[in-house]
């Protein structure tokens, strides 16, 4: 299972989520572009999300293990 989310702070969210070994970000323009990313990946099978970050400028994903915090 894979996590995404938005944040403004992608440092701050990956030592949040316990440094996923697999984090990936992307960086987006403007907030419209960023809701329509995150709803196109957490309808994918396999993806989940929630509601912690905060902001929209960049979104993550990484994979959900045990030593993960969602």
Known sequence: ???A???????QR???H???VDWWQTRFSTESVARSWEKQILAKPGYRGGTGGEG???G???TI??????
């Open 1 to 3: 299972m894979k996590y």
């Open 5 to 11: 989310g938005l944040t403004d702070d992608p440092e």
């Open 14 to 16: 990956k030592v949040d």
């Open 18 to 20: 316990g440094n996923p």
């Open 56 to 58: 929209w400028r960049y």
């Open 60 to 62: 993550y994903t990484y």
């Open 65 to 70: 293990t045990g030593s993960t915090n969602q």
